[in-house]
């Protein structure tokens, strides 16, 4: 019998802040740590119907930006909070970027093409 704390089993609104942490948490330039603020605005995200594709695209922008920042000037330091992202996310609701677009910042952070 599987256990009842299983992905698939959650709640929707479970696996999504699931979904959402586990991104965040493997960000490049992400402290790692998730805070209880961290896991109630991952929520609140889900609550106003904010999609998961959404903040994974806005991970990659964010961390790209970065690494590109980084490689002109004084490195940033690490990125301690999920409502760092929130700008991000608001831009790409308003002016999505393509698919194509998200694979080129995914090469450049160096990571595995997501799956199909």
Do not use: C, W
Not at 20 to 30: A, F, H, I, Q
């Amino acid at each position: 019998m599987p256990a009842p704390d299983e992905p698939a089993r959650l709640p929707p609104r479970d696996r999504y802040v699931r979904a959402v942490l586990s991104l965040y948490r493997t960000t490049p330039g992400v402290l790692g740590r998730i805070r209880n603020a961290d896991r109630t605005l991952a929520a609140q995200l889900y609550d106003k119907g904010i999609p998961l594709y959404v903040m994974a695209n806005a991970f990659i922008v964010a961390a790209a930006r970065r690494v590109r920042h980084n490689a002109l000037s004084t490195s940033l330091p690490p990125i301690r909070s999920l409502h760092y992202f929130l700008d991000v996310v608001r831009e790409l609701l308003e002016r999505p970027l393509g698919p194509h677009d998200i694979d080129e910042l995914r090469r450049v952070l160096g990571l595995a093409d997501p799956p199909p």
